[in-house]
């Protein structure tokens, strides 16, 4: 199995940066695609991004397209979430999942085996 460990989150005011990072200890990261899913007080654990074993495939949600860009490095086992011209509506808990599918990724939540424990991302007005 796989572990992953999220870190970058933290407060930032609208427009502005950060981010992400999904690290993985355990098996060979490059077995796995990864997804980020985001989930903020009261709504239910949304889709982000992913991306597929080599990182040639990339999906987005429709409401991050063109702001964030998910990335990956096999050789220091981890993902990023690079998450620019942040709004109020970003805020919430980025979680990042692995999904063992051979081709592609997966963009739901159900297809993922192995979760982090999450990083909160709080963006003010």
């Known amino acids: 199995q796989v572990q992953l460990v999220e870190s970058g989150g933290g407060l930032v005011q609208a427009g502005g940066s950060l981010r992400l990072s999904c690290a993985a200890s355990g098996r060979t990261f490059g077995d796995y695609a990864v997804g980020w899913f985001r989930q903020a007080p009261g709504n239910q654990r949304e889709f982000v991004a992913a991306?597929?074993?080599?990182?040639?495939?990339?999906y987005y949600a429709d409401s991050v397209k063109g702001r964030f860009t998910i990335s990956r490095d096999n050789a220091k086992n981890t993902v990023y979430l690079q998450m620019s011209s942040l709004k109020p509506e970003d805020t919430a808990v980025y979680y990042c999942a692995a999904d063992r599918r051979w081709s592609g990724a997966s963009t739901v939540l159900s297809d993922h085996d192995y979760w982090g424990q999450g990083t909160q991302v709080t963006v003010s007005s």
């Open positions: 991306i597929s074993r080599n990182g040639g495939s990339t």
